[in-house]
T-cell receptor, first 116, second 110 residues
Framework: GAGVSQSPSNKVTEKGKDVELRCDPISGHTALYWYRQRLGQGLEFLIYFQGNSAPDKSGLPSDRFSAERTGESVSTLTIQRTQQEDSAVYLC??????????????FGEGSRLTVL | QKEVEQNSGPLSVPEGAIASLNCTYSDRGSQSFFWYRQYSGKSPELIMFIYSNGDKEDGRFTAQLNKASQYVSLLIRDSQPSDSATYLCAVNVMNYKLTFGKGTLLTVNP
């Protein structure tokens, strides 16, 4: 497809379970971001991947969160032992890397996570 | 101090009026500035970007940047009900990490 693809679009899980969210970026985009958006809130940066560089994990809220990216393609965000406060929409975005002007992000439709 | 600040609103304007959305940022090293629009239940989409001081116009939209005052704004002329959305200001603070404000909810009344 032409856009950023995320799956699942909706996930309901029980507290304490692990979840895995997937993002397939636009082909050719070397930069990939994960953001979290809680209901009625802004976008909270989680992690950034750029090519083969070490990812910027500075936004991950706890060690229960981890993310991987295979080369310049698919990324997975894993949340272990989910808590109710993890309930949010998880947005993936990709872009070309343009140095200081990087910011033209293309977002996927998001994965809505509900932890019961 | 928050890195990117916006009034949460809601900002309500009548159809045909000018809507003015404001954003301040704390990092003087910020290089590039972006406005995203997010409709309810949808993902953000880029509508404007600006890199240099001054104004940048695109159709009904004008972005204004004042780096000395650390201030960026978005003007929407001839506002339409379809412009009703949350507008997110975003700033590139570390050459790649785009930091977003919490957004301003705009409602355009017919």
């Amino acid at each position: 497809g032409a856009g950023v693809s995320q799956s699942p679009s909706n996930k309901v899980t029980e507290k304490g379970k692990d979840v895995e969210l997937r993002c397939d970026p636009i082909s050719g985009h070397t930069a990939l971001y994960w953001y979290r958006q809680r209901l009625g809130q802004g976008l909270e940066f989680l992690i950034y991947f750029q090519g083969n560089s070490a990812p910027d994990k500075s936004g991950l809220p706890s060690d229960r969160f981890s993310a991987e990216r295979t080369g310049e393609s698919v990324s997975t965000l894993t949340i272990q032992r989910t808590q109710q406060e993890d309930s949010a929409v998880y947005l993936c975005a990709s872009s070309f890397y343009r140095g200081v002007n990087t910011g033209e992000l293309f977002f996927g439709e998001g994965s809505r996570l509900t932890v019961l | 101090q928050k890195e990117v600040e916006q009034n949460s609103g809601p900002l309500s304007v009548p159809e045909g009026a000018i809507a003015s959305l404001n954003c301040t940022y704390s990092d003087r090293g910020s290089q590039s500035f972006f406005w995203y629009r997010q409709y309810s239940g949808k993902s953000p989409e880029l509508i404007m970007f600006i890199y240099s001081n001054g104004d940048k116009e695109d159709g009904r939209f004008t972005a204004q940047l004042n780096k000395a005052s650390q201030y960026v704004s978005l003007l929407i002329r001839d506002s339409q009900p379809s412009d009703s959305a949350t507008y997110l200001c975003a700033v590139n603070v570390m050459n790649y990490k785009l930091t977003f404000g919490k957004g301003t909810l705009l409602t355009v009344n017919p």
